[in-house]
Every structure is written in C-alpha cells, then in structure tokens.
C-alpha cells in the first residue's frame, strides 16, 4: 500500500449493488486508492462472518442471512454476486489485509422495524436493507415511501434527464459497458461524478419519500467517524450512491444519536447461505433485483471480446437442445448486434442488441428458443457455495449430513427424482423428503411419475431456493434433527387438530415420513375425533387418507392394525349415514358430496380386503343402488351412483339405459336431468368413451337435449358445457361425428344400419373377427389351435363389447 497519495478526506464509492462496472471500478479505485480500512454498507454483527469470504469454498452468488432468535420467521438478506461491488470491496480488503466492517443499521434493529412478525419467508423484499431493496436507484432502498413523497426512482430521472426512455440501458451505457480492464486517468473520478449527480437530486428530493433512510444514514455516520478517529482519513466506503450525499453532510454526533434515540431491538443471528442468480432477478420480487443477473455474470468474468464469448454460450446451449446452430450463425450474430449497437448510438451492444441478433440469427425469429436463453444463461440458475465452518443452527447442519449421506444435493435448477422405495437408499430419501415436508421445509413436492404407479415408486420435484434457509431455521424450534424435529411438530399438530380430516391426513403423513414415536399419539387423536364426529361429510373427507395410510404401510413394513379397525368403523359409519345425507341438498353442497362419494368409492376398493370388516364392499354397493334409484337423491349423485356400479359391472347396460331413461324423461326438470348426466359422463372417468361406444346412451341424451325447452335451455347449458368440456379433443369430435350421422335406422335401438360413421360396418364380419381369434388366444397364453375351431357363437360373444367393425 505504499506510494498511495495522501488521502484528503474518506474516499466515497457510490455504486448500484450489482453490476459488473461498478465492481470493476470499485477494485480500481482500491487499487489506486490503497485504503487503510474498507467500510461496507451491511449489518455489523456481520462483521464476524467477513473472513469466511477468503475461504475458497466460499463461492457466490452468496448471501447474509438474519434472523430473530425468539422468531426465526422474521428474517433478511443480504445477497452478493461475484459481480456485486461489496463483494469485490471485501475480497480486496481480505487479501490485501485491510480491516473491513460493515456500517449500515444493525439487523437486530432493522428486523425489530419490520412492519410484521409473522410473515412467512419472502419478508426479505419488504425488509429495510439496502442489499434487499436497494436497486430502483443507484444502490438504495425501495422501503415503503413517506405519505407526502412517493418514492423516487433516480437512476430513472438521470436517465430521463440524458434523454433516455429506459433507466437500464442508460446505466448500462454509462457505468456497465466501462472498458472491462476498469482502466481510468483517475479511477475515482466516475465516483465523484455519480456523488454530485445524487447531491443535486437529494438537494430536489430530499429523503425520495424514504424517511427511514435517515435512521440508516445516521448510524453509517456514526460509524464512519469511529473509523476515522481509528484509521484517519485513509479510508473508503462502499455504498449505495443514494448515501454518499448524506454521509458527506455536516451533521452533529448529539443529532445522530438523537435519529437512532429508543429504536426497537431484537436478538439476531446471522450466517453465509447460498443464493442463487435466480433470486438477484427483479421479477423474483427481490427489491435490489437486475434483470439479468446471468448477463451480468458474464460480462464481469470475461477477460476480453464478451460479445463473442457471449454469442458462443448461446450457440452452445441451443446445441444441447437439438437446434442447428453452427459457427457461421455465431459470427454474424455478432456481427448484427455490433451494428445495431452502432444504429442506436450505444458505445457497445449491450443485452437488448445482443438479445435481438440471437432472435433474428439464432431463433430463426422465434421466441420460444429465446426462452430458453433467457432462463438458462440471461437469468442463470447459479446456486453458490458456503462452506461448511460457516455458522448455522443444528437442525440446518442435520439437514446438511443427511443430504451428503444420501447423495441429495441441493440444486437451484427443478428436477425430477424417481424413487424406488424397494432400495434402502430411495426408502431413506423418500422418509427425509416427507419429514421435510411436515415441517414445512418446501424443498421437494411429490409429482406424478412417468413410469409406474404403484405403492414402491414415488416421483419428486425438487428444487432448493435461498428461502428454505429460512424454513429450516423457522422448523429449528421442533428439534435438533429432522427425525426429532418432524416428530414434536407432528404430535403438536396431533393436539391441535379440529378436524377428523386433518388428523388422517396427518397419519399418512406420519407413515410416509416413518415417525414412529409420532404415529401413537396420532392415532389416539384420530381414534378420538373419529368417535365424536358425527358428520357424513367428515368422515368421507377422512376416509380417502386412511384407505391410503393402509396401503403404504405394506409398503414401508409398519404395523397398521390400529388404523384398520378405525378404517373399517368410518366405511360403516359412511355406509350407513351417506344415502339421508345426500337429500335436500343445493347444487354446491351436492357437488361436493359427489365428490366424497368418488372419494369414498375408491377408498372402499383399496379397503377391501384389508380391514377387519367382512362385506363392506357388499355394503357399499348396496348404499350405490340406493343412491341409484332414489329420486329424492340429488341428481349429480344418482346420476355418479349409476355411473361407478356401470363402471364395477354391478349394474348391466340395460339397467344404465333405463335409469338414464327415467332421468331425462319429460317430467324431470331440465336442470336435475342436465345434473344428472354430469354425474353419469362427466369427471375424468372417461364418460366420453362410454358414449362413443354406447349409441344407447348416446342417444338418449341427444333426445333429451334436443327437446330442451327453449327457455330453459340456458339454464342447463352451463353444466353442459362444464361436462363435455372436460373431454378430449378427439373424443368430441368422435360424438360430434357420430351426433351429426344421426340416429341409426331400421333396427332396434343401438344397433347399426344404413348410413354409418367413418370406421363403422354396417354389421358384425363374423370371418374377419375370427381371423382375430388365433391372435387373442397367443397372447393369452392359450392354445392357438383350439381357436381354429372357435364357432361362430364364440366369435359373437368375444366380439359384442366391441360393438359392430368395419
């Protein structure tokens, strides 16, 4: 640090808290400057923390996490990219053996102003730091403005001042696209300019309706004249350039203090968490956010020629997906944004240019492939790195173990992650997901898996966010570890449960996470509330969960007798109480009762056989007739009663027709008919199918809508068209096709003559459907020369579900 000119005052870095110019300048200006102490806009008890930063596991996009002892919910953070000037500042001071401090209001302060203590883990964007908020102007806090000022965007009004119309790209002209090397006659120099340049806003402007800053400014003072007293006046701060006025100005030591007199306090901890180029995007709703944090991160690594390294990164990456992108495309891509930048009088191509030429050159004018480059290398999925000595509350560093010993990396890009719970690795997995997921801890969410879908496989969407630091911290309060953490909160919830249904589904929670010092209290509140509830409504809710609980404990070997004999009582209990339940109902209350039976229907079939409860199927398709044939039953629900004995073989097709009969006669009303056939066709039971292949029905329900009365018809036509909307396409246009042919003619209903639909015979070829036999009798396994002798009569019989062929 010798040679360094005498220093006439502390040297003031206003910067914006991303950018890769303003970092390069900043290390210019170190280098030129040669500092005795390096002070950074942050949170003091930061200051602890600060040498980590020189570790070389230490890898940015990184972040200050604090959080409230007694309400680790209350949290912020202070993110650094490798392009961040602070970031740049504290390397600088660390490997040149500088102090350095953080100088801006303390966390345990700014975290006792939140405005709310029970916000959930985004509270980092309304927090009052400048890290977090500090991005609409040229590195300060976009805080709640005061009533007589709405705040103020200054880089917006120095851009609209230098005639621009977009505040990014004047920055970017002016500060970002400096000569990468940072080389300047004096490296201070833009510093000075940019300090005058807010001096004459703040002169317009004021406080730019943050008053709050006026409490940060104070303590930052503060601590800029204790530095002084220590260190003289060789030394340079690092902050956002919104301050550098206020920390110039001439103020007493008596009034500063006054400004921080009886602020509220609170016990904080902090620590270094990974962040990701994701979170630093503005519309991550991240205060201090830049819209292209990978960009950014580019420009600032790039020794020389970012333009073309830029255009080669893309080339590669539409390569990886498949598109044809060759050498030539690459060099006139750069060609096109070096001249667009010229056309627009820009000293380089910046984002906008280089972003037009890949569209033009690269996407053929497309923008879904500039999609893809706007998510993988504009915006970036980088998730930095903190070692492991950082500091970090016990159940984050269980968490930490667990992850390593099952090979679960965190990752800030989602993937899919199939398991098999046969394998002891998967089954350990699959318990830590679940148990994560029981405290809240929203790393992974089950997903529908590609391949099977049965009881040992289990599908995953992972993807780690800088927030479950904070989720994790919030869980601490459970436990040590997350065996004993997801165990406490399950007994609690246990306790305070008030729903039968919330109860079982905690018990399949329980099972699936394998917490089994949690399931005896579950079970206990769950045999309680089962007792005293005595609506049908509940125990239909409740019931779906426990069928399935049952169904993973063969899976994961755990002993469900209990949960069985309370399965068993809740299906009698149903049994009994469903058919007066479904009466008098409006068409709400009768939807969602549909929906329990469909609930309840499918919990039965996985019961059977697995509870101590002879007959209950029996049961169960007793109560279905009753629904079935009992007028004074809603329509939606005897219209789904028909449709799941139809779909069981409990109910033969005849029978179907004659109830659809009944209900779309003349004297039924047009809006319990139109319910009724929501109930028979609608959902995602395939009702669709079955009209295609039952003209019957089809038929029935074309001539009951076809005698619609007119002023009536709107009012069933809502249902309608929720009910056939939800079909597929081609089913639609199969009953559009065979709606338009019209009814068959010159036979008995459902049968198939005269004109016909593309695809359908006049009648049964009994000779091809023969030919078919030998085939059918193969892939059965058996003897393929019995089916050479297959009659007639058996022909007819294998082929009428078919229906007629052509």
């Not at 930061?46 to 996490?65: I, N, S």
């Not at 019209?742 to 091809?768: H, I, K, M, N, Q």
Request: glycine share 10%; net charge negative; aromatic share 4%.
């Amino acid at each position: 640090m010798t040679g360094a000119a005498p220093a006439a005052g502390p040297l003031l870095l206003g910067i914006r808290h991303h950018g890769p110019g303003s970092a390069r300048a900043v290390r210019a200006a170190l280098d030129a400057a040669g500092p005795r102490a390096v002070l950074i806009e942050g949170p003091p008890e930061g200051d602890a923390l600060l040498p980590l930063a020189a570790d070389e596991r230490m890898r940015p996009p990184v972040a200050l996490l604090a959080h409230a002892v007694d309400d680790p919910g209350r949290a912020a953070f202070w993110p650094f990219a490798e392009f961040s000037p602070e970031w740049v500042a504290i390397r600088w001071a660390l490997r040149h053996d500088v102090p350095v401090r953080f100088i801006d209001l303390p966390a345990a302060h700014s975290l006792a102003m939140a405005d709310s203590p029970d916000r959930g883990a985004d509270h980092d964007h309304d927090h009052d730091h400048d890290q977090e908020q500090e991005q609409g102007r040229a590195g300060d806090a976009d805080v709640a403005g005061a009533v007589a000022a709405p705040p103020i965007d200054p880089i917006g009004v120095l851009a609209e001042a230098a005639g621009y119309d977009d505040p990014e790209r004047w920055w970017e002209d002016v500060v970002e696209h400096r000569a990468p090397d940072g080389r300047l006659v004096d490296p201070r120099a833009p510093f000075a300019a940019l300090g005058e340049a807010m001096t004459a806003l703040r002169e317009v402007y004021g406080d730019g309706g943050h008053p709050r800053d006026a409490v940060r400014e104070a303590y930052m003072r503060i601590q800029l004249r204790s530095a002084r007293k220590e260190f003289g006046d060789d030394v340079v701060v690092v902050c956002g350039a919104w301050h550098v006025p206020a920390l110039k100005a001439r103020t007493t030591v008596t009034a500063d203090r006054a400004l921080l007199k009886g602020l509220p306090k609170i016990k904080a901890e902090l620590t270094w968490v990974p962040w990701t180029h994701r979170r630093l995007a503005r519309h991550s709703g991240y205060g201090a956010g830049i819209d292209s944090p990978g960009w950014y991160g580019h420009l600032f690594g790039a020794p020389d020629r970012p333009i073309e390294r830029w255009m080669t990164k893309v080339a590669g990456l539409l390569r990886d997906e498949d598109r044809f992108v060759s050498s030539a495309h690459v060099i006139e891509a750069v060609r096109l944004a070096g001249t667009l930048a010229a056309l627009r009088g820009r000293p380089l191509a910046g984002l906008s240019e280089t972003t037009d030429a890949i569209r033009a050159v690269m996407c053929e004018g497309s923008d879904v492939p500039l999609a893809l480059v706007q998510d993988r290398l504009i915006v970036g999925e980088t998730l930095g790195e903190v070692p492991d000595t950082a500091p970090a509350v016990p159940l984050q560093r269980d968490l930490a173990r667990l992850q390593r010993t099952l090979r679960l990396k965190p990752e800030a890009l989602e993937r899919e992650l199939e398991l098999d719970l046969r394998k002891d690795t998967d089954a350990a997995r699959s318990r830590l997901l679940h148990r994560l997921r029981l405290l809240a801890v929203g790393w992974g969410e089950p997903a529908v898996g590609r391949g099977s879908t049965g009881t040992f496989r289990e599908s995953w969407r992972l993807r780690w966010e800088p927030e479950l630091y904070v989720q994790v911290a919030e869980a601490g309060i459970w436990g040590t570890t997350v065996l004993t953490a997801a165990t406490a909160k399950a007994e609690s919830e246990a306790g305070s449960a008030t729903a039968l249904a919330e109860v079982t589904a905690l018990a399949e929670r329980c099972l699936l996470a394998e917490l089994p010092d949690a399931l005896p209290v579950v079970m206990r509140a769950l045999a309680d509330r089962a007792a005293l509830d005595a609506d049908v409504g509940h125990l239909a809710d409740a019931l779906p969960a426990l069928a399935r609980t049952l169904r993973y404990g063969d899976v994961r070997s755990t002993d469900t007798a209990a949960l069985g004999e309370v399965a068993a009582g809740l299906a009698e209990r149903i049994c009994v109480g469903l058919p007066p339940a479904c009466t008098g109902l409006d068409a709400d209350g009768a939807d969602g009762l549909r929906r329990q039976v469909d609930g309840v229907h499918t919990a039965i079939g996985l019961l059977a056989g697995a509870v101590p409860a002879d007959g209950l199927r029996e049961r169960w398709t007793a109560v279905l007739h009753k629904l079935a044939a009992r007028d004074a039953v809603a329509g939606v629900i005897r219209g789904r009663a028909a449709r799941l004995l139809l779909d069981e073989g409990l109910l033969e097709e005849d029978d179907a027709a004659r109830l659809m009969g009944l209900a779309l006669s003349p004297g039924t009303p047009p809006a319990e008919a139109a319910a009724w056939i929501e109930g028979f066709v609608g959902g995602a039971g395939g009702g669709g199918m079955l009209l295609v292949h039952d003209e019957r029905l089809l038929g029935l329900v074309d001539a009951w809508l076809a005698g619609v009365p007119a002023d009536t018809f709107t009012d069933v036509l809502p249902l309608l068209r929720r009910t056939f909307s939800a079909y597929e396409p081609g089913v639609r246009r199969t009953l559009g096709e065979l709606v338009r042919r019209g009814p068959a003619t010159g036979g008995p209903v459902g049968t198939v003559t005269g004109t016909t639909a593309p695809g359908f015979g006049p009648a049964l070829d009994e000779e091809r459907a023969a030919a078919v036999v030998p085939v059918l009798r193969l892939m059965l396994g058996l003897d393929a020369e019995d089916a050479q002798g297959a009659d007639a009569d058996t022909v007819d019989n294998a082929m009428e579900p078919l229906g007629a062929t052509g």
